[in-house]
């Protein structure tokens, strides 16, 4: 498998807004998690799903809260995964990401990831405003932001992506315009954006409930989102995937895998993997995972294999998700009046300006992107999930 993900799955609180599947703990068992990765590799080489010679081009170690790793268990975790993946070149060749919180960005820590192999730090910013930013359960302010800039990239972490939520309840009265100039103005390689929605089970959902805050609103959503689109294109971004925007030569090569339908391998509790046929998903609590591994037992929980019709939806609805869009059928390719079958909603859809036809492939615009669920269906005549 050429792309790895590792679930780091310990937190220090849960936000307002996440329902992901964390560990909340006041000491991270960093020992414990390393060694739970180790047995589940040794798993995998057993079953014959990862062998002697193979590599990986990109890691990404997700979260969770992965920068809480102590620098020394991180160091060690990379090693693992370069004694498993044999045939990997030099890190600096892999594109090895860190999902990092800004008070964890330590001058100290910076350095000794850098010395580790990671060089791509996915930064959960969120927002420059300290109101906000205590709203959402945040343990960073707005100062730490910048300072966790800095302490990367005089590490030698030039390749720095910052995370912003939009679409916030208007009570707040959050300055999105003024979040969007305070993130430009550190001149991040990449940007995430993220409109929030309400899931179940969270803090956000039983505030919502007992009318503590509003549900987020789609027009200020479409505004939001649009207003960073072509705040973000006026200084040099492009939107590569719907929620994701890079300077020139800093995409994900790791998220651009996912959107593309390659196979990945996911380690660690609720990690997924995906072989091109069949989607799998380990144990998402900590301690059940830790036991499985500890017993020599596979962590998985569950798989899924893919038909083949859900297959094509699927590849549908990823290459809408990117700038590369889908390709059209050879017939639907010279003309509007030879969009027969799948496609023969286009034309209004062009219309409507929700995709654009470039050459012999159909791409979405902002507009289409927001809508990118309806326009799947008007398409296949299905319905799509993310």
Same mark, same amino acid.
């Given at each position: 498998?050429?792309?790895?993900?590792?679930?780091?799955?310990?937190?220090?609180?849960?936000?307002?807004?996440?329902?992901?599947?964390?560990?909340?703990?006041?000491?991270?068992?960093?020992?414990?998690?390393?060694?739970?990765?180790?047995?589940?590799?040794?798993?995998?080489?057993?079953?014959?799903?990862?062998?002697?010679?193979?590599?990986?081009?990109?890691?990404?170690?997700?979260?969770?809260?992965?920068?809480?790793?102590?620098?020394?268990?991180l160091?060690?975790?990379?090693?693992?995964?370069?004694?498993?993946?044999?045939?990997?070149?030099?890190?600096?060749?892999?594109?090895?990401?860190?999902?990092?919180?800004?008070?964890?960005?330590?001058?100290?820590?910076?350095?000794?990831?850098?010395?580790?192999?990671?060089?791509?730090?996915?930064?959960?910013?969120q927002?420059?405003?300290?109101?906000?930013?205590?709203?959402?359960?945040?343990?960073?302010?707005?100062?730490?932001?910048?300072?966790?800039?800095?302490?990367?990239?005089?590490?030698?972490?030039?390749?720095?992506?910052?995370?912003?939520?939009?679409?916030l309840?208007?009570?707040?009265?959050?300055?999105?315009?003024?979040?969007?100039?305070?993130?430009?103005?550190?001149?991040?390689?990449?940007?995430?954006?993220?409109?929030?929605?309400?899931?179940?089970?969270?803090?956000?959902?039983? !505030?919502? @409930? =007992?009318?503590? &805050?509003?549900?987020?609103?789609?027009?200020? %959503?479409?505004?939001?989102?649009?207003? $960073? /689109? +072509?705040?973000?294109?006026?200084?040099?971004?492009?939107?590569?995937?719907?929620?994701?925007?890079a300077?020139?030569g !800093?995409? @994900? =090569?790791?998220? &651009?895998?996912?959107?593309?339908?390659?196979? %990945?391998?996911?380690?660690?509790?609720? $990690? /997924? +993997?995906?072989?091109?046929?069949?989607?799998?998903?380990?144990?998402?609590?900590?301690?059940?995972?830790?036991?499985?591994?500890?017993?020599?037992?596979?962590?998985?929980?569950?798989?899924?294999?893919?038909?083949?019709?859900?297959?094509?939806l699927?590849?549908?609805?990823?290459?809408?998700?990117?700038?590369?869009?889908?390709?059209?059928p050879?017939?639907?390719?010279?003309?509007?009046?030879?969009?027969?079958?799948?496609?023969?909603?286009?034309?209004?859809?062009?219309?409507?300006?929700?995709?654009e036809?470039?050459?012999?492939?159909?791409?979405c615009?902002?507009?289409?992107?927001?809508?990118?669920?309806?326009?799947?269906?008007?398409?296949?005549?299905?319905?799509?999930?993310?």
């Amino acid at each position: 498998m050429p792309h790895l993900y590792l679930h780091v799955p310990f937190c220090a609180r849960r936000c307002s807004y996440c329902d992901f599947s964390i560990a909340v703990r006041k000491r991270v068992p960093a020992v414990e998690y390393v060694e739970a990765i180790r047995s589940e590799l040794s798993t995998l080489v057993e079953r014959g799903v990862v062998a002697s010679g193979d590599v990986f081009d990109t890691l990404y170690l997700g979260g969770g809260t992965p920068s809480l790793l102590p620098a020394d268990g991180l160091a060690t975790l990379l090693t693992i995964l370069r004694d498993a993946f044999h045939g990997t070149p030099a890190l600096d060749v892999v594109e090895v990401t860190l999902e990092a919180n800004p008070e964890d960005v330590t001058p100290d820590n910076a350095l000794a990831w850098r010395r580790a192999g990671v060089n791509r730090v996915s930064l959960g910013a969120q927002s420059f405003d300290d109101r906000v930013l205590r709203w959402m359960h945040r343990s960073h302010d707005a100062a730490r932001i910048g300072d966790a800039v800095a302490n990367l990239r005089r590490a030698g972490i030039a390749n720095v992506s910052l995370d912003l939520i939009f679409a916030l309840p208007a009570e707040l009265g959050r300055d999105w315009s003024r979040d969007l100039d305070l993130a430009l103005a550190l001149e991040p390689a990449h940007l995430s954006l993220y409109g929030l929605t309400v899931e179940q089970r969270t803090p956000l959902a039983r !505030w919502i @409930s =007992r009318g503590a &805050a509003t549900a987020p609103d789609d027009e200020r %959503y479409a505004a939001e989102y649009l207003q $960073a /689109h +072509s705040r973000l294109t006026a200084c040099d971004y492009r939107f590569y995937e719907v929620s994701n925007a890079a300077r020139d030569g !800093w995409r @994900s =090569r790791h998220n &651009a895998a996912y959107w593309s339908g390659r196979p %990945y391998l996911g380690l660690g509790p609720a $990690a /997924h +993997s995906f072989d091109g046929r069949a989607r799998r998903w380990n144990l998402a609590a900590w301690e059940a995972y830790r036991r499985a591994v500890a017993a020599g037992r596979s962590p998985i929980e569950s798989e899924e294999v893919l038909t083949a019709e859900q297959r094509e939806l699927e590849r549908t609805y990823l290459s809408l998700r990117t700038d590369e869009g889908l390709p059209l059928p050879p017939s639907a390719a010279t003309g509007r009046e030879s969009f027969r079958g799948l496609y023969r909603l286009l034309p209004p859809l062009v219309d409507r300006g929700w995709v654009e036809v470039r050459g012999e492939r159909v791409v979405c615009t902002p507009e289409g992107w927001l809508r990118l669920d309806a326009l799947v269906n008007d398409l296949t005549g299905r319905h799509a999930t993310a």
